[in-house]
């Protein structure tokens, strides 16, 4: 019986660990589209991040990023630069000490007439009414 215990105890730490990853990533962009103009705040979400950090670097496709800051461990804020309309780009996180992360294919870059539902989205965000 207690050998059952001490492997099921076992068992328990190490799920817990795996859950509790403390290795940098990067996992996705949210939301994942915006106007070609650019100008939006865009998270970048992952894992292990150092908020506060100064050092980070994100490029949609060619384009750098605006605005970085490392929000939280699991957040980076941006402001999306402009692309061309139609476009589906890779969004890339670069770190100063040399480590480099590549979502592909991970922002779309609307047509203007798809602008409308992302300035909706913009006028909620600051507390406007329909």
């Known amino acids: 019986m207690q050998r059952v215990q001490m492997w ?3 068992a328990v730490l190490l799920i817990g660990l795996a859950g509790c990853s403390n290795e940098l990533k990067v996992s996705s962009v949210e939301p994942a589209q915006g106007t070609f103009a650019g100008g939006e705040e865009v998270s970048i979400r992952g894992n292990a991040f150092q908020p506060g950090r100064g050092g980070v670097s994100v490029k949609f496709g060619t384009k750098e990023a605006s605005a970085v800051v490392v929000a939280a461990g699991d957040k980076i804020s941006v402001t999306t630069p402009g692309g061309d309309p139609n476009t589906t780009v890779d969004v890339t996180v670069i770190f100063d000490d040399g480590k480099a992360f590549k979502l592909p294919n991970a922002f779309h870059y609307m047509a203007a007439n798809n602008s ?8 909620d ?6």
Do not use: I, P, V
Request: hydrophobic share 30%; proline share 0%.
């Open 116 to 123: 409308r539902q992302t300035l909706d989205k913009a006028f």
């Open 125 to 130: 965000k600051m507390g406007g009414k329909k």
């Open 8 to 10: 099921c105890t076992a």
